[in-house]
């Protein structure tokens, strides 16, 4: 298997935290540059389909994109440790969090960012409102994480899921725009301290 | 099972257009009336945890919210019609296909209907400007889905997928701001009729 990755993107980094978590070597890492467009080939279009990143090529030639349809995919080969539930009801409740990390932070902060920041003006129609909105947006949201992790060590089981990991690269992103947890969401500190001190975090 | 339910509001769609292509009809459906603020409630927050429709409650009393975790979860009790997919390699595809849809589409037209329509003031701060950028790259991304379906009769797999209800619920709410795929988009539109004279789309 191939993984095609970008290094500053946070989706390919949900992949490569996922491996790392996983201990999985053996799938061969293509570097692809977003700043050089390499990702809008022609042909890493005709693989991909859409100039996404990351993208996992099997064996067998099959392409997805998609961090999350990739990461559950290794799952299925590399069961653990395991990140996505054991069976079908802790299945549910990671998934619902892993949503609520993306939809509510993830996603906001990419958008924020993206939106916002000069960086990023030669690939993408800078909207500044636009990103100013999701930036408070996924700020707010913060709220809810913290409000959880006041109860448990994880967001979404007694160990580390995916949903921790989807939440930890989206709040680290927002770094670019200066964005980071008021100081008061005492225990989203605590668990962000801990997750960038993962061997994960660094891969 | 109950199943926490708002009529207007395409995330609970999903899970009844769910039930409806599987033939659930013992999940007990209790509305909520998101017009009169009754998922802000304390007792439907000390079920929720957030003011999210729809909600699941299984008989030993776990709740979750997020539509796509509770149509999973329906699918590991009922398992046919299959709609997201019958090993690892399917699943992805399908949930790499669930996602395009979901953040390229129906995450947009979301937001932009409701920080565009003033019957949506009194829940949440309007944000025009907001609200149009998403309706646009909502329209901009249904080519996406007309590529697709140019070249198969279902967005994901040979047959109906949670997938296209994903897409067919987004592109149906955006028709509340008067926004319709164009006519140009031919596969898209017969793809879109087909849909509708489903019986889970009247569910």
């Not at 298997?1 to 390919?12: E, F, G, T």
């Not at 958008?111 to 129609?125: I, K, M, N």
């Not at 500044?128 to 913060?142: S, Y």
Request: net charge neutral; hydrophobic share 45%; glycine share 6%.
């Amino acid at each position: 298997m191939k993984l095609y990755d970008a290094p500053v993107a946070p989706n390919p980094r949900r992949v490569r935290w996922v491996m790392a978590e996983k201990g999985i070597a053996d799938v061969e890492v293509i570097p692809v540059s977003i700043p050089d467009g390499e990702h809008k080939t022609a042909g890493y279009l005709a693989k991909a389909g859409l100039p996404q990143l990351p993208m996992l090529e099997m064996d067998d030639g099959t392409t997805i994109t998609e961090s999350l349809a990739i990461c559950r995919y290794l799952e299925s080969l590399y069961p653990e440790p395991n990140l996505f539930g054991r069976d079908p009801k802790e299945t549910a409740i990671i998934e619902m969090w892993t949503r609520r990390a993306e939809m509510l932070i993830a996603t906001p902060f990419m958008l924020g960012v993206r939106l916002s920041h000069p960086g990023f003006a030669a690939l993408e129609a800078p909207a500044p409102e636009v990103g100013a909105w999701n930036q408070q947006a996924g700020l707010k949201a913060l709220k809810v994480l913290d409000r959880r992790l006041g109860e448990s060590a994880f967001i979404a089981a007694d160990r580390l899921t995916i949903a921790d990991i989807v939440a930890a690269i989206g709040i680290d992103f927002a770094r670019i725009v200066r964005l980071r947890p008021p100081e008061e969401l005492t225990h989203l500190n605590r668990w962000l301290t801990a997750m960038r001190e993962r061997p994960g975090a660094k891969a």
